[in-house]
């Protein structure tokens, strides 16, 4: 890496705080904190940091108001959010708010770890990849996270984009989503949250790229084999 990456904790238990600026430091990351939303926010709006993580239960603005707020500022922002252990639906709604990962509480180092250097990965990735891509009447721009049909604009987060450029690379067959949390999440476990974290992004670009989402001509499920882009 030429660069240490920054990271921003915006948690507001200072025991947790502190144990994760420590497993930071140790890993070759330069943290920095916040310990409520609202500080938190200002602080991830002035845009200087690589990754964010982002606890749910903050003072003053939540982690989803939080997640909402950057997302809007800044649609390549990479963004973690530390969940309860049990909390299904606080997961899901932080990726539907367009956090690009999630680590449950709480969380093994190494997993943490894990989810960090391959969302940094990623994020280093579809910049790197950025070209045109065209199918149907869409005509999408990778690195400046846009698209085009007929006349209408619709913008995509870097995690939505990811999604669709590698569809688009292996548009000649189904992938399952398995490889693709191994290979753009960075993981491949087979809980039913995590393939749940795929599907979600699928049904995001459903909305913004198919003239009729709950019939979809583009982005299509095969039964038991994946998600296929069709390109003609
Ligand atoms: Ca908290």
């Known amino acids: 890496m030429s660069r240490t990456a920054k990271i921003l904790i915006i948690e507001d238990e200072q025991a947790i705080r502190a144990g994760l600026i420590d497993v930071l430091v140790y890993h070759g990351f330069a943290p920095d904190a916040a310990e409520d939303g609202q500080s938190g926010l200002d602080k991830a709006l002035s845009g200087q940091y690589d990754l964010i993580l982002l606890d749910v239960m903050l003072p003053k603005l939540n982690g989803f108001e939080v997640c909402e707020r950057i997302r809007e500022a800044d649609r ?40 960090i250097k391959a969302v940094l990965r990623r994020a280093k990735v579809g910049q790197e990849e950025a070209h045109t891509l065209c199918f149907g009447e869409m005509e999408v721009d990778t690195r400046n996270l846009c698209g085009r049909r007929n006349n209408d604009e619709i913008a995509f987060t870097r995690r939505e984009m990811d999604v669709l450029q590698y569809l688009h690379k292996h548009s000649d067959r189904p ?53 296929r882009l069709m390109v003609d």
């Open 76 to 115: 390549e922002q990479a963004i973690i959010m530390l969940t309860a252990k049990s909390g299904d639906e606080d997961i899901i709604h932080g990726l539907q708010l367009g956090a690009d990962d999630y680590v449950a509480k709480p969380f093994s180092v190494a997993q943490l770890v894990e989810r």
């Open 175 to 227: 992938v399952p989503r398995e490889e693709l949390l191994a290979r753009l999440w960075g993981y491949a476990r087979n809980l039913n949250i995590e393939t749940r974290t795929v599907d979600i992004h699928i049904a995001k670009l459903r909305r913004k790229i198919e003239p009729d989402p709950a019939q979809p001509q583009h982005l299509l499920t095969v039964r038991g084999a994946g998600y």
